[in-house]
């Protein structure tokens, strides 16, 4: 049971590339959520789904993309790289949302620096 | 915006001391106070978590408390120790309608030996 998988641990970009942080889960999870964390910051929420074909935003949605097509799998893309898109990126997901019986199961990040 | 507030930032803390660390939150339909651990490299873990009807909660080292009047709740690491050393998160939530978790901005813990 590998739980919430992300590739890759690592990326440089340069500015106006663009890119696919991948994440998969194997626990049959509905929810699934995209954070980013950047110093002193905590943790933005990005875009979540609650289950497969369904995605919708979060706090801070612009300059990225999702897609839900499986129950296993929410990937992120990121158009046009920025500066600003430099953080550390960390997919979860859950069985529910927001319940005590249901925490937030994480993956160990991407760490993405945009030059 | 619904916002939880997290204090100190930073905190070091030798061992064997006592860490504490605050949160307080706006939104009284909060429901759900969970702590997140987070070691560096590593993805947040759920660590402990009350519910407002208790005004305390201990597992092993770790305890919350919780103020509902003045909308505010503490993590307490007893005989804090090297290990400990991580990223603490509080979050809320409004759990009887399933709403997501708001997260505060972290508190980077520090237990020297």
């Known amino acids: 049971n590998a739980g919430v998988t992300q590739t890759p641990k690592f990326r440089i970009l340069k500015i106006g590339q663009s890119m696919t942080l991948q994440c998969t889960q194997d626990?049959?999870?509905?929810?699934m959520y995209w954070y980013r964390q950047d110093p002193g910051m905590g943790l933005k929420l990005i875009y979540y789904s609650v289950g497969a074909g369904i995605t919708d935003k979060g706090e801070v949605p612009n300059g990225y993309n999702v897609s839900r097509s499986t129950t296993e799998d929410f990937p992120l893309r990121l158009e046009l790289a920025a500066p600003s898109q430099t953080s550390v990126y960390f997919c979860?997901?859950?069985?529910?949302?927001?319940?005590?019986?249901?925490?937030?199961?994480f993956g160990n990040g991407t760490r993405l620096t945009v030059t | 915006q619904q916002q939880v507030k997290q204090s100190p930032q930073s905190l070091i803390v030798q061992k064997g001391g006592i860490s504490i660390i605050n949160c307080a939150y706006e939104n009284t339909a909060f429901d759900y106070f969970p702590w997140y651990q987070q070691f560096p490299g590593k993805g947040p873990a759920l660590l402990i978590a009350i519910r407002p009807d208790v005004s305390e909660k201990k597992e092993g080292r770790f305890t919350i408390s919780f103020n509902k009047s003045a909308k505010q709740f503490s993590l307490h690491i007893m005989d804090s120790q090297p290990g400990d050393s991580a990223t603490y998160f509080c979050a809320a939530s409004k759990e009887t309608s399933g709403s997501r978790l708001t997260f505060g901005e972290g508190t980077q813990l520090t237990v020297n030996p």
């Open positions: 626990m049959n999870h509905n929810y």
């Open positions: 979860a997901s859950s069985y529910q949302a927001g319940r005590a019986n249901s925490p937030l199961h």
